[in-house]
């Protein structure tokens, strides 16, 4: 079982990126799906979460208006778009994979997590 998340970087005040979370190892249709983000000296935070199904979402609400959390289940792949971003979102952003815990943001609920993937914005 695997995710491996890509897509972060450097970035000005205002700038967008496009985080994917790739899936191996397990059928991720029957999975929820959550991002995380976790800046230095912080602990780790819930950013956005998707149903098994994509039909619902949950943003918090730092992030809310701004990000878009998406899923492609035939590509076993599942995306967080950042938008309009500010420095207090520099932070690594990491993907994870629950399969009963449902739609929610903490992190226990979690059984599955990617390496992380570092996204710094600059003002």
């Known amino acids: 079982v695997q995710l491996q998340a890509s897509g972060g970087g450097l970035v000005q005040l205002g700038g967008s990126l496009r985080l994917s979370c790739a899936a191996s190892?397990?059928?991720?249709?029957?999975?929820?799906i959550g991002w995380f983000r976790q800046a230095p000296g912080k602990e780790r935070e819930g950013v956005s979460c998707i149903s098994s199904s994509g039909g619902s979402t949950y943003y918090a609400d730092s992030v809310k208006g701004r990000f878009t959390i998406s899923r492609d289940n035939a590509k076993s792949t599942f995306y967080l778009q950042v938008n309009s971003l500010k420095p207090e979102d520099t932070a690594v952003y990491y993907c994870?994979?629950?399969?009963?815990?449902?739609?929610?943001?903490?992190?226990?609920?979690?059984?599955?997590w990617g390496q992380g993937t570092q996204v710094t914005v600059s003002s």
């Open positions: 994870a994979a629950t399969e009963f815990y449902g739609l929610g943001l903490e992190a226990h609920g979690y059984d599955y």
């Open positions: 190892g397990f059928t991720l249709d029957y999975y929820a």
